[in-house]
């Protein structure tokens, strides 16, 4: 399996609401990422996980909690988003916790619009 | 910190027209640069990266890139392109712990 996989594909929400983004990998990788890409804008990374610790939050609101259950999945939670928030959210993985070096896998992001 | 450049925003070619999409950086450390593609429809895929070594690096449907240090760029070739290379590019650096990516090229291949 060389597969990222992002759940919802698509999702709608308030601004009070709080919902989750799922991320899952299935090639034994231990980095995983969450990235933010606007329209015509290149993916921004948000946080980092290397062997299930968190190693970079690059200064991301607190309104977006990460979370790394365990070494398959990574989750994005949201809460009290504003409206320029709304974006494609990325996951990735790659082999090792050393980012820089390696090919990351990306999921196909879940397009999140918040009203 | 480390930044990328990428010169071309949007390139328009003839099918088996030569392809070239330029790329600088700028970082004071080890590089390590990739090209990603998005073909409509798919997800971000690697196409080619550069560690060390050989400073003319392949990559997959007959792309190249070559590092000229001195310049700091990664430009990405192709002699000759197919209207299935219609995609978005994105060159990247990897500098400490962190991937940078470029604003993007999108190619259209005219058939």
């Known amino acids: 399996d060389t597969e990222v996989t992002q759940t919802p594909k698509h999702l709608v929400m308030g601004m009070t609401n709080k919902k989750s983004l799922k991320c899952e990998q299935h090639?034994?990788?231990?980095?995983m990422y969450w990235y933010k890409q606007k329209a015509k804008k290149p993916p921004e990374l948000m946080f980092v996980?290397?062997?299930?610790?968190?190693?970079i939050n690059e200064s991301v609101p607190s309104r977006f909690s990460p979370e790394c259950p365990n070494s398959s999945l990574l989750n994005l939670h949201l809460h009290a988003l504003q409206p320029e928030d709304s974006a494609l959210y990325l996951c990735?993985?790659?082999?090792?916790?050393?980012?820089?070096?390696?090919?990351?896998?990306f999921g196909p992001g879940t397009r999140l619009t918040v009203l | 910190a480390q930044s990328v450049s990428q010169h071309n925003h949007h390139v328009i070619l003839s099918e088996a027209a030569s392809l070239e999409l330029g790329c600088n950086y700028s970082?004071?450390?080890?590089?390590?640069l990739f090209w990603y593609v998005q073909y409509p429809g798919q997800h971000l895929q690697l196409l080619l990266k550069?560690?060390?070594?050989?400073?003319l690096v392949k990559g997959i449907k007959g792309f190249e890139a070559e590092f000229i240090k001195s310049k700091f760029s990664f430009n990405l070739r192709k002699p000759s392109v197919q209207w299935s290379d219609t995609a978005e590019y994105f060159c990247?650096?990897?500098?400490?712990?962190?991937?940078?990516f470029g604003i993007g090229t999108k190619l259209q291949v005219i058939p």
């Open positions: 990247a650096v990897g500098g400490y712990q962190k991937v940078t």
């Open positions: 090639m034994g990788h231990r980095a």
């Open positions: 550069y560690f060390s070594g050989d400073p």
């Open positions: 996980y290397s062997y299930e610790k968190l190693s």
């Open positions: 970082y004071g450390g080890t590089v390590n």
């Open positions: 990735a993985s790659s082999p090792s916790g050393t980012t820089s070096y390696n090919e990351q896998f």
